[in-house]
């Protein structure tokens, strides 16, 4: 019993030795299995997986159990962890909606900076005694915010929500502000600063940052994305992007997260929300950089210190009663003159609540602030409350953040939206594929065009030929179609492969199309000019011929992300024909996705019909509409269409209700006219099934250039000779 005793004695003893843990590989695991069970342990008690982070932080930090040394890691990680967030924000931002709200971005940014700076800086005066300058550090820390909770946002797909845009651009206005009058109190103490020269040198810097931002890295991520689409020096790229805008905005006297927001609002239209490229940021931020940064804020709070000094407790108290409820009142003012919702109203008041690392950051910096020798501006208690607050506000944010989300699914049914008649949509695309470089697009444009609720798999296809070549040609087919394979499940799309041997191309992929039960082909148009010198190449005619349903051939000559305009050409009578919605729904998801104008030109009657749909569909579209009289003008649209545009013209069968003679000429005015262009062909939805329903008096093939055409090139070429 004795030994029993002493063993027991020296066991804490021991075991206390171990800790804090500093071995980097050791704290690097512990970490990743925090991560790991955080969310799982939060998800049975119903409690917001963020606050899970913060708790384990506060758990295992040196003011809990003291099991992990906050090292260097923690504040590298962290730091990454909080610029993903901003980026994050600032990618999936509507800038669309953002451009047209302008100033309900100023007006909420305003409000949700001003109240709780104003109630803050009056109650740390009266009620706490801290000085003017003092005062003015802690209402700036009150009237900025973090969006913490944002990844909840992102769990709940609602990261375009009117309610979630106007918060993200207001939380930038509020930062913006904040550090412009940290600045100021700053340059009060700092005797070189020489008052109305610190400002001017402090605007033209920031002047300065916001144009170098704005004007090279689209240009340079242009170049980049249209010349390397290896996905790692992609991702790599956009990266270097984001420190590169951090690091500017930290040598201007800014902080870094306004660098990141600004960089993910530049690249916003570079980075498709469906993209392989986006999946990756994405999943790289959220599996690692904001746990990491989450968990890094939780070590920072020392719980202990609301029961050791009352007067700790007693700021705290003030400072989140105060700083909280402005917060509120903002929120929910904003919701009154702008006429939403309460469960919006929520939304805003939630993400807008929480404060982190840059609350600490602004502390630190008034800490560094001299009153008089060996007093700080800011003293501990300061510190610890402002820490301590932290921690409370991060619980609030993301509790109310996650109720504001499931009122708003629920309420206002924003799971279904734009789906109400999607219940018997037929999509599913068929991607007949032969060389590599073709096919990437293919998936990319399949991926930009494609429902993503209704989450319909993809079918890739390579026909060869039955001959003494098939196995060699099955081989590399079956490489192409692996090669697809991981490029589709890196955009989180399902895809279903098959190799097929056909006598006849154009015959395998009609019975692959009636197999699969396809809605619709998106195939790359030839450009191997030694295997077929016609245009639509060897198969093409005798499959659009012989198929009903929409066929799209497209020429990709750069990057869909890097396109700046959609130019489409529609027929008279286009509207009349039974695929006409059908391909305005693609062109609307592939504008949407790309972020780029489209510009259509037609005849009123369509262009009208177009114009209502978009608006009730897909009101974010920022489009055009030219009126065009005749199809003979399309060379003159030539000189319209920059390499940095996609020129799509809308087509139809011989002997449907748009045809018309001048479509025959197309072939060769593509050739003459948009050389070099990024084209895409389509041919709308039909009714009937020709494949089956062939005749001598219908036959399924056309020829591309008829007798007489071939015989009048003949004579002119003789005249001319003579």
């Given at each position: 019993?004795?030994?029993?005793?002493?063993m027991?004695?020296?066991?804490?003893?021991?075991?206390?030795?171990?800790?804090p843990i500093?071995?980097?590989?050791l704290?690097?695991?512990?970490?990743?299995?925090i991560?790991?069970l955080?969310?799982?342990i939060m998800?049975?008690?119903?409690?917001?997986h963020?606050?899970?982070?913060?708790?384990?932080g506060?758990i295992?930090?040196?003011?809990?159990?003291?099991?992990l040394?906050?090292?260097?890691?923690f504040?590298?990680?962290g730091?990454?962890?909080?610029?993903y967030?901003?980026?994050?924000?600032?990618?999936?931002?509507?800038?669309?909606?953002?451009k047209?709200?302008?100033?309900?971005?100023?007006?909420?940014?305003?409000?949700?900076?001003?109240?709780?700076?104003?109630?803050?800086?009056?109650?740390?005066q009266w009620?706490?005694?801290?000085?003017?300058?003092?005062s003015?550090?802690l209402g700036?820390?009150?009237g900025?915010?973090?969006?913490?909770a944002?990844p909840?946002?992102?769990?709940?797909?609602?990261q375009r929500d009117r309610s979630?845009?106007?918060s993200v651009?207001?939380?930038?206005?509020?930062?913006?502000?904040?550090?412009?009058?940290?600045a100021?109190v700053?340059g009060?103490?700092d005797?070189?600063s020489?008052?109305?020269l610190?400002?001017?040198l402090?605007i033209?810097?920031?002047?300065?940052?916001c144009?170098?931002?704005?004007?090279f890295?689209?240009?340079i991520?242009?170049?980049?994305?249209?010349?390397?689409?290896?996905?790692?020096m992609?991702?790599?790229f956009?990266?270097?992007?984001?420190?590169?805008?951090?690091a500017l905005?930290?040598?201007?006297?800014l902080?870094?997260i306004?660098g990141?927001f600004?960089?993910g609002?530049?690249?916003?239209?570079?980075?498709p929300?469906?993209s392989?490229?986006?999946n990756?940021?994405e999943?790289?931020?959220?599996?690692l950089?904001?746990?990491?940064?989450?968990?890094?804020v939780?070590?920072?709070?020392?719980?202990?210190?609301?029961?050791?000094?009352?007067?700790t407790?007693?700021i705290?108290?003030?400072?989140?009663l105060?700083?909280?409820l402005?917060?509120?009142v903002?929120?929910y003012?904003?919701g009154?003159?702008?006429?939403m919702?309460l469960a919006?109203c929520n939304m805003?008041?939630g993400?807008?609540?929480a404060?982190?690392?840059g609350?600490?950051a602004m502390?630190?910096?008034?800490?560094?602030?001299?009153?008089?020798p060996?007093v700080?501006?800011?003293?501990?208690?300061?510190?610890?409350?402002?820490?301590?607050?932290?921690?409370f506000?991060?619980?609030?944010?993301s509790m109310m953040?996650?109720?504001?989300?499931?009122?708003i699914?629920?309420?206002e049914g924003?799971?279904?939206?734009?789906e109400?008649?999607?219940?018997?949509?037929?999509?599913r695309?068929?991607?007949?594929?032969?060389y590599k470089d073709i096919?990437?697009g293919?998936i990319?444009?399949?991926?930009?065009t494609r429902?993503r609720?209704?989450?319909?798999e993809?079918?890739?296809?390579?026909v060869?030929?039955d001959?003494?070549?098939r196995?060699?040609?099955q081989?590399?087919?079956?490489?192409l179609?692996?090669?697809?394979?991981?490029?589709?499940?890196s955009?989180?799309?399902?895809?279903?492969?098959q190799?097929r041997?056909?006598a006849?191309?154009?015959?395998?992929?009609?019975h692959?199309?009636?197999?699969?039960?396809?809605?619709?082909?998106?195939?790359?148009?030839?450009?191997?000019?030694?295997?077929?010198p016609t245009?639509w190449?060897?198969?093409?005619q005798?499959l659009?011929?012989?198929?009903?349903?929409?066929i799209?051939?497209?020429?990709?000559?750069q990057?869909?992300?890097?396109?700046?305009?959609?130019q489409?050409?529609?027929?008279?009578?286009a509207?009349?024909?039974?695929?006409?919605?059908?391909w305005?729904?693609r062109?609307?998801?592939?504008?949407?996705n790309t972020?780029?104008r489209i510009q259509?030109?037609?005849?009123?009657?369509?262009l009208?019909l177009i114009?209502?749909?978009?608006?009730?569909?897909?009101?974010?579209?920022?489009?055009?509409?030219?009126?065009?009289?005749?199809w003979?003008?399309?060379p003159?649209?030539?000189?319209?269409?920059?390499?940095?545009?996609?020129?799509?013209v809308?087509?139809?069968?011989?002997?449907?209700?748009?045809?018309?003679t001048a479509?025959?000429?197309l072939?060769?005015e593509?050739e003459?006219?948009?050389s070099?262009k990024?084209?895409?062909?389509?041919?709308?939805?039909?009714?009937?099934e020709?494949m089956d329903?062939m005749?001598f008096a219908?036959?399924?093939?056309?020829?591309?250039v008829?007798a007489?055409q071939?015989?009048?090139?003949?004579?002119r070429k003789?005249?001319?000779?003579?």
């Open positions: 019993m004795t030994l029993l005793n002493h027991m004695a020296i066991l804490p003893t021991n075991i206390s030795g171990y800790f500093s071995d980097p590989t704290i690097f695991f512990i970490v990743l299995c991560i790991l955080a969310p799982i998800g049975k008690l119903r409690i917001p963020i606050i899970g982070m913060v708790l384990a506060v295992v930090g040196q003011y809990g159990l003291n099991i040394s906050r090292d260097d890691s504040e590298l990680f730091k990454v962890g909080l610029y967030i901003m980026f994050l924000a600032g990618l999936e931002m509507d800038l669309g909606g953002m047209r709200n302008s100033m309900r971005f100023l007006s909420f940014g305003l409000l949700t900076f001003g109240v709780p700076f104003i109630m803050t800086y009056f109650i740390s009620l706490l005694g801290y000085s003017g300058m003092a003015l550090i700036s820390i009150m900025a915010n973090t969006l913490i944002y909840v946002v992102g769990r709940y797909g609602l979630v845009a106007l651009g207001s939380s930038m206005i509020a930062l913006f502000t904040a550090l412009v009058i940290l100021a700053v009060t103490f005797n070189n020489g008052g109305l610190f400002w001017i402090f033209v810097k920031f002047v300065g940052f144009a170098s931002l704005f004007f890295i689209p240009r991520t242009r170049w980049f994305l249209r010349r390397y689409s290896d996905a790692i992609q991702f790599i956009i990266l270097a992007m984001l420190f590169l805008s951090a905005a930290e040598a201007v006297g902080e870094g306004l990141a600004l960089a609002l530049i690249l916003n239209r570079y980075i929300h469906v392989a490229l986006m990756r940021i999943f790289t931020g959220n599996a950089f904001i746990p990491y940064f989450l968990i890094g939780g070590m920072l709070i020392n719980v202990r210190i609301l029961f050791q000094s009352s007067e407790l007693w705290v108290f003030w400072i989140v105060f700083g909280t402005g917060k509120a903002a929120a003012l904003a009154i003159l702008f006429k919702p919006q805003m008041f993400l807008t609540s404060h982190a690392a609350a600490i502390v630190m910096v008034g800490m560094k602030l001299e009153v008089e060996g700080p501006l800011v003293n501990d208690e300061m510190l610890n409350g402002v820490v301590t607050m932290i921690l506000t991060c619980i609030i944010s953040t996650e109720k504001a989300a499931k009122q699914i629920l309420k924003l799971l279904n939206q734009d109400t008649d999607s219940s018997d949509d037929d999509e695309m068929l991607l007949p594929v032969k096919a990437d293919l990319s444009l399949a991926a930009m429902n609720k209704l989450n319909r993809i079918v890739a296809l390579n060869v030929y001959d003494a070549n196995e060699k040609y081989a590399k087919g079956r490489q179609l692996e090669h697809i394979c991981q490029r589709a499940t955009a989180d799309i399902t895809i279903q492969s190799v041997v056909a006849n191309i154009a015959n395998g992929i009609k692959a199309f009636k197999e699969f039960n396809a809605s619709e082909i998106i195939m790359g148009m030839h450009i191997h000019k030694n295997i077929s245009f190449g060897q198969f093409a005798s659009y011929n012989g198929l009903s349903r929409q799209t051939f497209v020429r990709l000559k990057p869909l992300n890097t396109l700046r305009r959609i489409v050409a529609v027929p008279s009578r509207e009349y024909e039974p695929g006409f919605y059908r305005v729904e062109l609307s998801r592939l504008a949407e972020d780029c259509f030109h037609g005849r009123n009657e369509s009208e114009r209502q749909y978009i608006n009730n569909r897909h009101p974010s579209v920022r489009a055009e509409y030219t009126y065009m009289a005749h003979n003008e399309l003159r649209l030539a000189s319209q269409i920059h390499e940095d545009h996609m020129f799509v809308i087509t139809a069968r011989k002997g449907t209700v748009s045809y018309k479509l025959e000429r072939p060769d593509i003459h006219h948009f070099g990024t084209i895409m062909i389509i041919f709308p939805d039909q009714h009937g020709p329903a005749t219908e036959s399924q093939h056309q020829e591309e008829s007489y071939l015989l009048l090139e003949w004579v003789k005249t001319h000779r003579i």
